[in-house]
């Protein structure tokens, strides 16, 4: 009985879980709405702009926007985009048509999520052309292959796995041709915290053993031991989210640590305040007056409690470890 009681805790938890991928694609519409800044494929996964946000909370999702794009768009340019993109847990993420537009794409860009997700992902690109035409152009032949948990084409390929579960993940990444000797960027954007401490350096562990040359960009909590974070955690538990992970959320050092320790030549971490005063001051002033902010103190409790951490190998020496703020 006690088994069957834990398969049904931890699937609560990842229905939890999967439910935030809703938040955070939701936030990301509602900003883009407002002005934040420009995304013109949010909408094909998110129809509805849904109910105001608070100016907080779209000043933050600014940050992390141009804070992870400012740190991919580097490694692509440092990398010449002779390279690969992994992003993990990458929701509804619309990151490969932005760089499709801008011409900016690297060799292949991957995306990982539940495979419930990766089924409704795969969905909209089936129905909306907008979606599925970028697809079709960078494809050398005529049909893409296609089944209800993946998707694959020359360019952009989306994976249905849990990357608690290593050798499954390792299996299909190989499928679709992943090239452990290129140049490989890896995203993930409140996904770790998740995972268990043992669980998120196994993963980071294994991508430092694979991959010679690579990056991994990790943007989540930190700071999470004062009142706030404590607020922050007891929130997502009342929605059955349990960070199973937060004990590596603890600072900037403990973040910079899961990397040190698991194979990873450099490390840097900033906490978001610190990234949102380093992004151009030019497009800060612009967003900032879209809406009023009442409480200056509220944005800056919510930025000091995330943060960007950017681990470094870099057997090739392409100078990836200059790729910061």
Known sequence: MASRQSFTDSDTADEAVRATCDDASICKRFATSKGYWTDLYVQYFVRQIGERKAPEINRGYYGRVKGMNLLLDDFLKKTQCDCQVVNLGAGLDTTFWRLKDENVMPKKFFEVDFPMIVARKIHNIKTKPPLSKPL???????????????????????IGADL?????????????????ELPTLFLSECVLVYMSPEQSSRLVHWIAETFPTAMFINYEQVNMND?????????????????????????????????????????NALDMMTVYSMLPQEDVAR????????????????????????????????????IGF
């Open 164 to 180: 608690r579960d290593i050798p499954t993940l390792e299996d299909k990444l190989k499928k679709f041709q992943i090239n452990p």
């Open 287 to 322: 967003i900032e007056r879209l809406e009023f902010l009442d409480e200056k103190e509220l944005l800056q409790q919510l930025l000091q409690h995330y943060c960007i951490c950017w681990a470094v190998k870099d057997k090739l020496n392409l100078g990836l470890s200059q």
């Open 227 to 267: 009142r706030f974070g404590h607020i922050m955690i007891e929130n997502l538990q009342r929605r059955q989210c349990n960070l199973a992970g937060v004990d590596l959320c603890q600072s900037l050092d403990s973040q910079k640590e899961r990397f040190l320790s698991s194979g990873w030549e450099s490390v």
């Open 136 to 158: 079709i152009e960078t494809h050398s032949t005529d049909s893409l292959l296609l089944d209800g948990h993946s998707l694959d084409s020359d360019r952009y390929c989306i």
